[in-house]
């Protein structure tokens, strides 16, 4: 590798064989994450179509989604601290197993018709802390596989397999198998999460994050910009030579990530724009099965297909991304991509036609996907290997923290505008809503991330050794 300051031991296989191309062990994590996908596709599908047999309440629909998403509230800095812990494709084998065990729950529930409302949203909850443990993980795993250089094309192939697994094959296979079965789509993903689980296990090495004791003194890296990132707060106390030495504890270690990403100009302002982001989009999308099956008219294979529509933009996104941020350039880029977002919604909130819906939902799979690939290898690239569990799951905690929030506030905002405006102004009102909100934020993004910013961080990380 060619950065210097990779602290831990990683022996993943493959040599001088990884330097050339992705190498062989990212294409091994490429199988698991896109057989993972294949199961994890067809149940995005079947949970709030399930959800929506047992109730037709927007409020408690988006409860259900609101228990799948809190975790992310809950649980983000503890993983984060896990994940730095502990061997991380490890940590990913055994969430492959949680999931089975979930979603397998869920299947014979359905089957014995046993199943209510609030014992899907214990699973949904379930789920999430897994989904969180092996998200956050699978993100700082990747850095170990592949050169800083190659991380926008290795985030890419992953992103477009994603999309391929998950919404051209997974979701319209998730409504055929829902069709067939109300059980069939989670027992399918029970079983795809196991087969993953193994493929990961094919990956050879230990993929743990260094512990290096930092020089005394050293803060949390709260510099000029506070690119660098620093090491942790210095031991207290005098230390013999002979005295092995001590990890600080893991609320330590999780404020020193904390303290990191606080002190980090550009990767702060981008976790708050994807919390703003995601809260809008997420309360706009808790009742999109309504909009589909009441305004769109949409029976469970129908709304299978829809759901998969972004994932013709997303497939490009992902073959493209690294090409376009070349192009145009990361800021010029991000702020289109907020402003196509907001376009997206506007036109689905006001069409009643499901063509011109997924047409338009095509070119916000374009727009995430893009997102993502250029958020997530600056990520990458930015912060230090031994705080990478960390800052990221401090990243994401404000970036997927405020999901919840929108669930429950997109479901409340149909509730209670139904009454006074109508079902189907309420089950409007969320997207339009969402449009509005993005156009500001589009506006903010132009302004608070230029270019100069991104550079400046990107060349102190370069100063320090790179990651």
Known sequence: MTNGSREHAVTPGGGAAQR???????WRLWTASTVANLGQGATAVAFPWLASTLTDSALLIALVAMSNRLPWLLFSLPAGALADRLDRRLVMVWMCVVRALVVGAVAV??????????????????????????????????????????????????????????????????????????????????????????????????????????????????????????????????????????????????????????????????????????????????????FARELLHLGPTGFAVLSAAPG??????????????????????????????????????????????????????????????????LRQTLIPDRLLGRVNSVYRLLGWGTIPLGTALGGLLVTVMEPHWGREVALRSPLLLTAVVLVALAVAVRRGLPQSLIDEALGDAGGAGGR
Not at 20 to 26: E, K
Not at 149 to 156: P, S
Not at 258 to 264: A, E, I, N, S, T
Not at 355 to 377: C, Q, R
């Open 20 to 26: 050339q191309g992705l190498g062989r062990p990212f």
């Open 109 to 290: 529930l359905v089957a014995v018709e046993a199943l209510s409302l609030p014992l899907l949203c214990l699973c949904a909850l379930a789920l999430g802390f897994a989904e969180v443990l092996f998200d956050n993980t699978s993100q700082v795993l990747l850095p170990a596989l592949v050169e800083r250089e190659r991380l926008d094309t290795a985030n890419g192939r992953l992103m477009a397999a994603q999309v391929v697994a998950d919404d051209f094959l997974a979701k319209p296979l998730g409504g055929l198998l829902l069709a067939l079965a109300l059980a069939a789509p989670f027992a399918f993903d029970a079983v795809t999460a196991l087969v993953a689980g193994g493929l990961l296990l094919l990956l050879r090495g230990t993929f743990r994050a260094g512990a290096a004791a930092p020089a005394a003194g050293a803060g949390p890296g709260l510099g000029a910009g506070g690119e660098r990132g620093g090491g942790a707060a210095a031991l207290p106390g005098p230390r013999s030579p002979a005295d092995p030495p001590r990890r600080p504890s893991m609320w330590a270690e999780t404020v020193e990530g904390v303290r990191w990403l606080r002190g980090h100009r550009l990767l702060r302002r981008l976790a708050i724009a994807l919390a703003i982001t995601n809260m809008v989009a997420q309360g706009a999308l808790v009742s999109y099965v309504l």
């Open 312 to 377: 013709i933009g997303a497939l490009v996104g992902g073959l493209v991304a690294g090409r376009v941020v070349r192009a145009v350039g990361r800021a010029t880029s991000l702020f289109l991509l907020v402003l196509i977002q907001a376009v997206v919604f506007a036109v689905a909130g006001l069409s009643s036609h499901a063509v011109l819906v997924g047409a338009v939902m095509s070119l916000l799979g374009l727009a995430v996907v893009l997102w993502n690939v250029t958020t997530v290898s």
